[in-house]
């Protein structure tokens, strides 16, 4: 019986294209770091390459350790000084990057709404942030850490999407059977690979990320406001 939701954020709950997402982000993040002597371009290829570790992690450390070990390994064992710095950034600079947004959202009823029927509620994000970054944005669509029961970041993560493992983790963590959730995202490569863990899944193809064009109706999919009507069509438990 269905009684948890995991919801990705970016594209999902959060109303914008990734790529212009990630466009504002790097602009910002590379006005912060580049008069402190960090050449611009040297230090997204760090955090790209830094990301590609995260998402090929096979478990055997935090995305955390393995972010951080990859970043300095081309940038430097000096730049393990900027963990702080960016957790700085994070909290501040970092949400001028909600301007990328197509439209205003708030999500706070609709997880409110879920939560007063006794659903379990998972924030999962591809956890290559900090836990200060979800934070930032989850902040513009009205929610917090406190509405989920667990939110996925660098920090608490081993495995990350596609990696069906990244939700078999989840499981284990909140005590839940796969055949008790139900995962929403937009992505079907990284959100739909729940299916290969056991999760129910919905696509929201609004924002869709579909790099590969792989056919959407193999997947129970439809709008953010058609996922809404099924959510909200859940019965109390």
Not at 208 to 220: T, Y
Request: with cysteine.
């Amino acid at each position: 019986m269905l009684d948890t939701i995991l919801f990705d954020l970016d594209g999902t709950l959060i109303p914008f294209l990734q790529d212009e997402f990630i466009h504002t982000y790097f602009k910002l993040l590379v006005r912060r770091l580049t008069p402190m002597g960090y050449d611009g371009e040297k230090l997204i290829h760090a955090l790209w390459a830094g990301v590609d570790a995260m998402i090929r992690n096979d478990g055997a450390a935090t995305n955390r350790q393995l972010f951080w070990n990859v970043f300095t390994g081309k940038l430097g064992i000096q730049a393990l000084a900027l963990e702080s710095v960016l957790d700085d950034f994070y909290a501040r600079e970092f949400d001028a990057a909600r301007s990328v947004l197509r439209e205003d959202a708030d999500r706070s009823g609709l997880i409110r709404s879920l939560r007063e029927k006794g659903y379990g509620l998972v924030l999962a994000t591809n956890p290559v942030f900090p836990a200060v970054a979800v934070e930032t944005r989850m902040h513009w669509v009205g929610l917090a850490a406190s509405d989920f029961d667990h939110v996925t970041t660098y920090e608490n993560c081993r495995r990350s999407k596609p990696n069906p493992g990244y939700y078999q983790d989840i499981l284990a963590l909140i005590g839940k059977l796969p055949g008790q959730c139900l995962m929403v995202g937009n992505n079907p490569v990284d959100d739909m690979s729940a299916r290969e863990a056991g999760l129910d899944v919905f696509l929201v193809t609004d924002y869709l990320e579909n790099a590969k064009g792989l056919p959407v109706d193999r997947w129970p999919h439809g709008s953010f406001r058609e996922l809404e009507k099924v959510l909200t069509e859940l019965p109390e438990l």
